[in-house]
């Protein structure tokens, strides 16, 4: 292990302290590789059997999990590893089942209707590494989202071991995520059968991590005109922990002797702005080291291992998304406000509780992540991983009216008349009617004149930005932009009012202009919340709820002491509600009570903003009504 004082290093040492323990591309491994894919290609499943006996002693076998199979496997296993196996295969279905991509559709102007559809790629290969250990774990974090994905035809390879069998826990994970057969085959040759389908189904990508031969193969496979896509870079495994004084040392050693029994290669990463945690923990590792049956694996990936001190739990951030590291740990005082700032991990750990063997095994995601800094512009397996999508776009005749001018205008600033002259040709002629979106862009723009006032209004449901509120009553743009802020909401106000008179037209118009906006905005309302409960905020605790159904009514409970606030009169508080309540169609009850009348105010705009974004958020495709319509 090495220590490093972060801000004693200059710029070349800090690049040097963050670089990987050099990967050896031996020569000889890509001539072998090189090798076999060439034999493969020319003469398909013949190569593969020959490469197989050769680098193995063993031929290519297709091993069928027959209920004979697979219960004599299953006859091998205590009951404690079948559970534990079960375990893991239900939380990694529930977590992608959960995660899954969605088919949406987008009206992005009217008339202009956009989907996104995804669809699973044809045939996967799958390489579960069975080496000196069997990986159970990868085969789950694999299969599993691949069957999610619906990929029909799921090719999973393993090379067999010194007796030419598979171990009874691969068999019994395999069946029991739905795997028909394994083909016992490891290596490059694996790599090469799949890539040209010899002896097996040809793959259109490939997953899976595997030694220097593989690992190479696979780089190999993508490189090929017209061959294999892969899973993503692969390379040693590595964690980064973040750490403060907070931390417990044995569990932080812990967590990184996991990581470097894995192999020699292996890169284990501490950052910690207290020097008495990093000696804690240096002396842990040490106590736990000399009873781990994989000790001599462990202290050579140590060797390499980097113990940073920083100065404070920011710097230690800056450092890690430098790193951009496969596995990160954050155990810190305060791990959600530190994970705001993580730009680059493969999967990040939360707390002293997570550990990195719960994310290896059964938390549900899988554990096939970017190394090598590949974390700065990769992701780990999803079931996307094992899907792809296309767009369509329908376009009626009100979504040509709007988008082929503009078409036209940017086709003409790049030069291509015939791209404008296509977009122009489609003006007036008749077009398919879209059908009902799931997703429309719910935004309003309205403007309300009276003799009294002119209000202007511009509000986005699904825009946050900075609010713009001019009413010429300061006080009351105050209460209006917390309603934004809080509401998540892109929101511009302006009203010209008879303000010389008193305040009383502009308050209440610029809300009866607000809720017919959101009114708007909201269309039908389909897949929105519905509801919004909201509680309290210091001493003035302001309660309000809201049901978007389109039934008006304002239940408003509370007094104000002061008659004015600056240049709002306070009385106007209950009325804006009521004129909300009347114009937006949604029954609004306010409770509040409190010492200080700007904190009761205050608290009922911003409990008024919080309960709208609740109301208006998207949570299903269907109206939020068991009668079918939103009255």
């Given at each position: 292990?090495?220590?490093?004082?972060?801000?004693?290093?200059?710029?070349?040492?800090?690049?040097?302290?963050?670089?990987?323990?050099?990967?050896?591309?031996?020569?000889?491994?890509?001539?072998?590789?090189?090798?076999?894919?060439?034999?493969?290609?020319?003469?398909?499943?013949?190569?593969?059997?020959?490469?197989?006996?050769?680098?193995?002693?063993?031929?290519?076998?297709?091993?069928?999990?027959?209920?004979?199979?697979?219960?004599?496997?299953?006859?091998?296993?205590?009951?404690?590893?079948?559970?534990?196996?079960?375990?893991?295969?239900?939380?990694?279905?529930?977590?992608?089942?959960?995660?899954?991509?969605?088919?949406?559709?987008?009206?992005?102007?009217?008339?202009?209707?956009?989907?996104?559809?995804?669809?699973?790629?044809?045939?996967c290969g799958l390489y579960v590494p069975a080496g000196s250990a069997p990986l159970v774990s990868t085969?789950?974090?694999?299969?599993?989202?691949?069957?999610?994905?619906?990929?029909?035809?799921?090719?999973?390879?393993?090379?067999?071991?010194?007796?030419?069998?598979?171990?009874?826990?691969?068999?019994?994970?395999?069946?029991?995520?739905?795997?028909?057969?394994?083909?016992?085959?490891?290596?490059?040759?694996?790599?090469?059968?799949?890539?040209?389908?010899?002896?097996?189904?040809?793959?259109?990508?490939?997953?899976?991590?595997?030694?220097?031969?593989?690992?190479?193969?696979?780089?190999?496979?993508?490189?090929?005109?017209?061959?294999?896509?892969?899973?993503?870079?692969?390379?040693?495994?590595?964690?980064?922990?973040?750490?403060?004084?907070?931390?417990?040392?044995?569990?932080?050693?812990?967590?990184?002797?996991?990581?470097?029994?894995?192999?020699?290669?292996?890169?284990?990463?501490?950052?910690?702005?207290?020097?008495?945690?990093?000696?804690?923990?240096?002396?842990?590792?040490?106590?736990?080291?000399?009873t781990l049956p994989r000790r001599a694996i462990a202290r050579a990936s140590l060797e390499q291992a980097?113990?940073?001190?920083?100065?404070?739990?920011?710097?230690?951030?800056?450092?890690?998304?430098?790193?951009?590291?496969?596995?990160?740990?954050?155990?810190?005082?305060?791990?959600?406000?530190?994970?705001?700032?993580?730009?680059?991990?493969?999967?990040?750990?939360?707390?002293?509780?997570?550990?990195?063997?719960?994310?290896?095994?059964?938390?549900?995601?899988?554990?096939?992540?970017?190394?090598?800094?590949?974390?700065?512009?990769?992701?780990?397996?999803?079931?996307?991983?094992?899907?792809?999508?296309?767009?369509?776009?329908?376009?009626?005749?009100?979504?040509?009216?709007?988008?082929?001018?503009?078409?036209?205008?940017?086709?003409?600033?790049?030069?291509?008349?015939?791209?404008?002259?296509?977009?122009?040709?489609?003006?007036?002629?008749?077009?398919?009617?879209?059908?009902?979106?799931?997703?429309?862009?719910?935004?309003?723009?309205?403007?309300?004149?009276?003799?009294?006032?002119?209000?202007?209004?511009?509000?986005?449901?699904?825009?946050?930005?900075?609010?713009?509120?001019?009413?010429?009553?300061?006080?009351?743009?105050?209460?209006?932009?917390?309603?934004?802020?809080?509401?998540?909401?892109?929101?511009?106000?302006?009203?010209?009012?008879?303000?010389?008179?008193?305040?009383?037209?502009?308050?209440?118009?610029?809300?009866?202009?607000?809720?017919?906006?959101?009114?708007?905005?909201?269309?039908?309302?389909?897949?929105?919340?519905?509801?919004?409960?909201?509680?309290?905020?210091?001493?003035?605790?302001?309660?309000?709820?809201?049901?978007?159904?389109?039934?008006?009514?304002?239940?408003?409970?509370?007094?104000?002491?002061?008659?004015?606030?600056?240049?709002?009169?306070?009385?106007?508080?209950?009325?804006?509600?009521?004129?909300?309540?009347?114009?937006?169609?949604?029954?609004?009850?306010?409770?509040?009570?409190?010492?200080?009348?700007?904190?009761?105010?205050?608290?009922?705009?911003?409990?008024?903003?919080?309960?709208?974004?609740?109301?208006?958020?998207?949570?299903?495709?269907?109206?939020?009504?068991?009668?079918?319509?939103?009255?």
């Open positions: 292990m090495k220590r490093l004082r972060w801000d004693a290093l200059s710029e070349a040492e800090k690049k040097q302290a963050l670089a990987r323990p050099q990967q050896r591309r031996d020569e000889r491994v890509l001539e072998t590789v090189r090798a076999i894919f060439e034999d493969v290609e020319r003469e398909g499943v013949a190569a593969v059997e020959r490469w197989a006996e050769k680098l193995d002693g063993r031929r290519l076998r297709r091993l069928e999990l027959t209920e004979a199979v697979v219960g004599a496997a299953r006859a091998a296993l205590s009951a404690a590893e079948i559970a534990a196996i079960d375990a893991a295969i239900d939380n990694v279905r529930f977590y992608h089942q959960a995660t899954a991509p969605q088919t949406r559709a987008v009206e992005t102007a009217p008339g202009v209707l956009c989907r996104q559809i995804w669809r699973p790629i044809e045939t085969l789950i974090m694999l299969t599993v989202p691949a069957a999610v994905a619906g990929v029909p035809n799921r090719v999973l390879v393993s090379p067999p071991n010194k007796a030419g069998e598979t171990h009874p826990a691969i068999i019994v994970a395999a069946a029991a995520c739905g795997v028909e057969a394994i083909w016992q085959i490891g290596g490059a040759q694996a790599i090469a059968a799949l890539t040209f389908g010899a002896g097996l189904a040809k793959a259109e990508k490939i997953f899976g991590p595997g030694n220097a031969y593989v690992t190479e193969a696979k780089r190999f496979a993508a490189a090929l005109a017209g061959g294999p896509s892969v899973d993503l870079p692969a390379g040693p495994s590595e964690l980064t922990v973040v750490a403060d004084a907070s931390a417990n040392a044995a569990f932080v050693a812990a967590d990184l002797l996991s990581q470097a029994e894995h192999d020699a290669d292996a890169q284990v990463v501490l950052i910690s702005p207290s020097a008495e945690l990093l000696s804690e923990v240096e002396r842990e590792v040490e106590l736990q080291i000399a980097r113990f940073v001190k920083v100065r404070d739990v920011a710097e230690a951030i800056d450092v890690a998304n430098a790193y951009a590291p496969e596995h990160l740990s954050l155990v810190v005082s305060e791990p959600e406000q530190a994970l705001d700032r993580i730009r680059n991990a493969g999967a990040v750990f939360l707390g002293r509780n997570g550990a990195e063997s719960y994310g290896d095994y059964l938390a549900g995601p899988s554990h096939v992540l970017p190394t090598d800094g590949a974390a700065r512009s990769w992701s780990g397996v999803t079931t996307a991983s094992f899907m792809k999508s296309f767009t369509i776009q329908l376009i009626d005749a009100e979504g040509v009216r709007r988008i082929a001018p503009h078409a036209a205008a940017l086709a003409r600033l790049e030069g291509l008349e015939a791209h404008a002259r296509a977009a122009e040709v489609r003006l007036g002629a008749p077009a398919p009617k879209l059908g009902e979106p799931i997703i429309r862009r719910r935004r309003a723009e309205l403007v309300r004149e009276t003799r009294e006032t002119a209000v202007s209004v511009l509000v986005d449901l699904d825009r946050r930005a900075p609010p713009s509120i001019k009413t010429g009553v300061g006080f009351y743009d105050h209460m209006l932009e917390q309603v934004a802020q809080h509401g998540g909401i892109a929101l511009s106000l302006s009203c010209k009012g008879d303000l010389e008179i008193d305040a009383h037209h502009t308050i209440e118009d610029c809300a009866l202009t607000l809720g017919q906006a959101l009114k708007q905005a909201l269309g039908e309302r389909r897949g929105i919340a519905r509801y919004g409960f909201v509680l309290p905020m210091d001493e003035a605790e302001a309660k309000v709820s809201i049901d978007l159904g389109g039934r008006p009514y304002l239940v408003f409970e509370g007094a104000f002491a002061q008659a004015q606030l600056g240049d709002y009169p306070t009385e106007m508080t209950e009325h804006v509600f009521r004129s909300l309540a009347q114009s937006l169609g949604a029954a609004i009850h306010v409770s509040v009570t409190g010492d200080n009348d700007h904190h009761k105010t205050e608290a009922c705009f911003k409990a008024f903003g919080r309960a709208l974004r609740q109301a208006i958020a998207i949570e299903s495709l269907d109206l939020p009504s068991t009668k079918g319509v939103i009255v």
